[in-house]
């Protein structure tokens, strides 16, 4: 019988895509032993040992009108690394300017010793395959790590030369229709994308090894730099990462320019018969004036004009105009980010992590997309009632589905046409999940897709307007007349205010004050967490699989912290980016790193060639290298306003 090789990105994977082609029962699962002991990187991506034990499945399934035995293994994210050839791996081997340069540093892929034992294993089950089937995330990473486990495979068996011997699985749930679908759909593998990532991780090597050299080697002999632990400074750049700091510091410095102004209004208070009392708090027309004097004048002419009405005055308009309240769209992974950033507070890291594993287990679509446009071969009816007999929501489901035929869901503009926007694939388990973070995420997931599947919230909003002397007041009331979405989104807030039903044009209302008062402007926030989410999607600066792991970074390296869900810069960070600016290396900027990934995203697309891409990088970071280089007399002047000399 003939044997398939099945690779899946993860464990996890490799043991669900199995159950969702195979019943539990017909499953045998065997144990790749080696005396060596391995490091894998577990869902979240951290470090954990595992021992010398990997899983690997074997079934019999029909395919193509033949019986043949499929065997799921697994890798554990890349299984190849890339560095420098030994000779320039030391920091005193050749000149940092030479590291940008692929003619004079050769560059090489490996696998490390960690992920030695998933090599032998590859190696190990190729041997006795006839076909290999590529169950790798269907994102640009996962097509890399496609063509890594590829390669490793074709070491040992000729036959995966052969491009109708081997195939990419594409899904973006891991279900059984979506397994199905995948197997019965299978493509090859993209190398333009292979091609796009490869250059990427080209680029982001060399620039961070020339510039971390550089600026490690001159840091640590002028300055002291005082860091967690007692650690040696070691300057780390990366060029996602150094944008993303630069956002941080640009709101710093914004916040630290900000020279408040002073402004002034007036503030018109109403009472009404039928209230009990209840006071009206009107806002003027103008809202605020900078000139004191102005609005000083206009107060006196307002209270002129009361005295003489004895505090009375007549209602000069009412509108009422239908409201309502868009439901959101479709949800895309920086959209979940920054959802739960400010709902739960949880760091984009921390968001991925149980996204990560949610999809893993078969409970929502993969985590990682740039799509909020629902395509229409997905069965949305079907995926709603899914969620019908839970006791949070069911209600809300049975209220969607008997207007479904009226009912679409709100569509976004973005597709990757890779991956549909982040939805749920089946009902939580009745006894909930183990832990909070997951649970917080599907909770978080199942709302918003049934949100955008819902309709928007309706009301009416009633403008009341009054006039004293020439100036207008007015205020503003909304009766929520139908709820909508916002009965399964808490998420959102669309607050009722009902105004007293005697307030009709022309009645006469009495004024309980009428004041002058001052404010002043304020300075912007520090970044949230969702704001600086927003910005990096703004400016492309990383992918969505890689923006929580560039902030977690700059924390890491002590260029921010983080207080409560806000970004402060760190001393050391803020030197580094003050010192890039006064040297014309504006490297922290957000725009550097966008125009790269244009460029890239060009040679996924087919459009420019890897090596044209690869050399205008390269060329624009020796330049920035060059300007650091001739500069040292300025670095030295902006260090030595942070840290002590040696």
């Given at each position: 019988?003939?044997?398939?090789?099945?690779v899946a990105e993860?464990?996890?994977a490799?043991?669900?895509l199995?159950h969702?082609?195979?019943?539990?029962e017909?499953i045998?699962?065997?144990?790749?032993l080696?005396?060596?002991?391995c490091c894998l990187?577990?869902e979240?991506?951290n470090?954990?040992?595992?021992?010398?034990?990997?899983?690997?499945?074997?079934?019999?399934?029909d395919?193509?009108?033949?019986?043949?035995?499929?065997?799921?293994?697994?890798v554990?994210?890349?299984?190849k690394?890339l560095?420098?050839?030994e000779n320039?791996?030391?920091?005193d081997s050749?000149?940092?300017?030479?590291?940008?340069d692929?003619?004079?540093t050769?560059i090489?892929e490996?696998?490390?010793?960690d992920?030695k034992f998933?090599e032998?294993?590859?190696?190990n089950?190729?041997?006795?395959c006839?076909?290999l089937?590529?169950?790798l995330?269907c994102?640009?990473?996962?097509?890399k790590i496609a063509?890594?486990?590829?390669?490793?495979?074709?070491q040992?068996?000729?036959s995966?030369r052969?491009?109708?011997?081997?195939k990419?699985?594409?899904?973006?749930a891991?279900?059984?229709?979506d397994?199905?679908?995948?197997l019965?759909?299978?493509t090859?593998l993209?190398y333009?994308?292979?091609?796009?990532?490869?250059?990427?991780q080209e680029?982001?090597?060399?620039?961070?090894?020339a510039?971390?050299?550089f600026?490690?080697?001159f840091?640590q002999?002028?300055?002291r730099v005082p860091?967690k632990?007692?650690?040696?400074?070691?300057?780390?750049y990366?060029?996602?990462?150094?944008?993303?700091?630069?956002?941080?510091?640009?709101?710093?410095l914004t916040?630290?320019?900000?020279?408040?102004?002073?402004?002034y209004?007036?503030?018109?208070?109403?009472?009404?018969?039928s209230?009990?009392?209840d006071?009206?708090v009107?806002?003027?027309?103008?809202?605020?004036?900078?000139?004191?004097?102005?609005c000083?004048?206009?107060?006196?002419?307002?209270?002129s004009?009361l005295?003489r009405?004895n505090f009375?005055?007549?209602?000069?308009?009412?509108?009422?105009?239908?409201?309502?309240r868009?439901?959101?769209?479709?949800l895309d992974?920086?959209?979940?980010?920054r959802l739960?950033?400010?709902?739960?507070?949880?760091s984009?890291?921390?968001?991925?992590q149980?996204?990560?594993r949610?999809?893993?287990?078969?409970?929502?679509?993969?985590?990682?997309t740039?799509?909020?446009?629902?395509?229409?071969t997905i069965?949305?009816?079907?995926?709603?009632?899914?969620q019908?007999n839970?006791q949070?929501?069911?209600?809300f489901?049975?209220?969607i589905m008997?207007?479904?035929i009226h009912?679409?869901p709100?569509?976004?503009?973005?597709?990757?046409k890779?991956?549909?926007?982040?939805?749920?694939?089946?009902?939580?388990?009745?006894?909930g999940f183990?832990?909070?973070?997951?649970d917080a995420?599907?909770?978080l997931?199942?709302?918003?897709?049934?949100a955008?599947c819902?309709?928007?919230?309706?009301g009416y909003?009633?403008?009341?307007?009054?006039n004293?002397?020439?100036?207008s007041?007015?205020?503003?009331g909304?009766?929520?007349?139908?709820?909508?979405?916002l009965?399964?989104?808490?998420?959102?807030?669309w607050?009722?205010?009902?105004?007293?039903?005697?307030?009709?044009?022309g009645?006469?209302?009495?004024?309980?004050?009428?004041?002058?008062?001052e404010?002043?402007?304020?300075?912007?926030?520090?970044?949230?967490?969702?704001?600086?989410?927003g910005?990096?999607?703004?400016?492309?600066?990383?992918?969505?699989a890689t923006?929580?792991e560039?902030?977690r970074?700059i924390q890491?390296?002590?260029?921010?912290?983080?207080?409560g869900?806000l970004?402060?810069?760190?001393a050391?960070?803020?030197?580094?980016?003050e010192?890039?600016?006064?040297?014309?290396a504006?490297?922290?900027?957000?725009?550097?790193?966008?125009?790269?990934e244009?460029?890239?995203?060009?040679?996924?697309q087919?459009i420019?060639?890897?090596?044209?891409?690869?050399?205008?990088?390269?060329?624009?970071f020796t330049?920035?290298?060059?300007k650091?280089?001739?500069?040292?007399?300025?670095?030295r002047?902006v260090f030595?306003?942070h840290?002590?000399s040696?």
């Open positions: 019988m003939k044997r398939i090789l099945n993860k464990p996890s490799a043991r669900e199995s969702a082609l195979a019943k539990k017909n045998k699962v065997s144990v790749f080696s005396t060596a002991m990187l577990n979240a991506h470090r954990r040992e595992i021992g010398s034990r990997l899983k690997v499945y074997e079934f019999e399934l395919l193509d009108h033949e019986k043949v035995t499929m065997v799921f293994s697994n554990a994210g890349h299984i690394a560095d420098f050839h320039y791996r030391g920091w050749c000149e940092q300017v030479a590291l940008l692929p003619s004079k050769p090489k490996y696998v490390p010793e992920k998933l032998n294993n590859l190696k089950e190729a041997r006795s006839c076909k089937f590529l169950w995330d994102d640009s990473e996962g097509e063509y890594e486990v590829l390669d490793i495979c074709q040992v068996n000729m995966f052969i491009p109708d011997n081997v990419r699985a594409r899904f973006s891991i279900t059984p229709q397994a199905r679908n995948a019965q759909n299978l090859s993209h333009p994308t292979v091609s796009m990532v490869s250059t990427r680029i982001d090597l060399r620039a961070g090894a510039f971390t050299r600026l490690t080697k840091i002999n002028e300055f860091l632990g007692d650690k040696k400074a070691i300057l780390s990366g060029p996602c990462q150094f944008p993303t700091l630069g956002l941080v510091v640009d709101r710093l916040i630290r320019a900000f020279q408040p102004r002073l402004f209004y007036l503030e018109l208070t109403i009472s009404c018969e209230s009990d009392g006071k009206l009107l806002i003027w027309e103008r809202k605020h004036l900078f000139d004191r004097y102005c000083a004048l206009l107060y006196e002419l307002c209270y004009s005295l009405s009375q005055i007549a209602i000069a308009d009412i509108k009422k105009v239908r409201k309502s868009r439901r959101p769209l479709p992974t920086v959209e979940l980010q739960a950033s400010r709902v739960f507070f949880f984009s890291d921390t968001t991925m149980a996204a990560e949610l999809y893993s287990e078969g409970y929502i679509s993969y985590p990682r740039e799509t909020n446009i629902f395509p229409s069965n949305l009816s079907k995926l709603v009632l899914l019908q839970d949070k929501w069911g209600g489901v049975q209220k008997e207007h479904w009912y679409s709100r569509q976004g503009t973005k597709d990757d890779a991956h549909p926007p982040i939805h749920p694939t089946k009902p939580a388990p009745r006894e183990k832990d909070k973070e997951c995420i599907y909770e997931v199942t709302r918003r897709f049934l955008c819902s309709i928007d919230a309706k909003e009633t403008v009341v307007t009054v004293v002397g020439f100036e007041f007015h205020i503003h909304l009766s929520i007349e139908e709820a909508g979405y009965e399964v989104y808490p998420y959102d807030h607050s009722e205010r009902v105004l007293p039903t005697e307030l009709e044009k009645t006469t209302i009495r004024v309980v004050s009428l004041m002058l008062k404010g002043s402007t304020s300075a912007p926030k520090p970044l949230s967490e969702s704001d600086l989410l910005l990096m999607d703004k400016y492309g600066i990383g992918t969505d923006m929580a560039h902030i970074k890491h390296r002590e260029y921010v912290t983080k207080q869900n970004f402060y810069p760190m050391l960070g803020l030197a580094l980016v010192a890039f600016e006064a040297c014309e504006y490297l922290a900027r957000p725009t550097c790193r966008s125009e790269q244009k460029d890239l995203r060009q040679i996924g087919g420019r060639d890897a090596s044209d891409v690869l050399y205008t990088a390269l060329s624009a330049g920035n290298l060059q650091l280089s001739t500069s040292t007399n300025i670095l002047r030595s306003s840290f002590d040696n």
